[in-house]
């Protein structure tokens, strides 16, 4: 069993920035990707950004050069630094990750954090 567990939602103003956390536990192998995704009311679950095990890294161009994914391979983390964020941030972030267990390779989904941009 993986669990995803993140952290660091809230509520900022626009123009602010917040820190999200999503650290991977339970019978993990090797960790091929983590990233993050978004989804806001009434549209559908998009990408965000994600990094691969080796670093390579992939961004939304909605979030390109505010935003920036980093991880802890030693921890089994990943995180998003979100600056100037827009009302249009708004949504329940979502940790995604590609594990390698004894039983083979699965995608694995976090609960889900809410973000809120709002003055």
């Known amino acids: 069993q993986v669990q995803l567990v993140e952290s660091g939602g809230g509520l900022v103003q626009p123009g602010g920035s917040l820190r999200l956390s999503c650290a991977a536990s339970?019978?993990?192998?090797?960790?091929?990707?983590m990233g993050w995704y978004r989804q806001a009311p009434g549209k559908q679950r998009e990408l965000v950004a994600r990094i691969t095990y080796g670093g390579r890294t992939d961004y939304a161009d909605s979030v390109k050069v505010r935003f920036t994914i980093s991880k802890d391979n030693a921890k089994n983390t990943v995180y998003l630094q979100m600056n100037s964020l827009k009302p249009e941030d708004t949504a329940v972030y979502y940790c995604n990750a590609i594990i390698t267990t004894t039983a083979g390779m699965s995608n694995y989904w976090g609960q889900g954090t809410q973000v809120t941009v709002s003055s």
């Open positions: 339970g019978s993990i192998v090797s960790i091929n990707a």
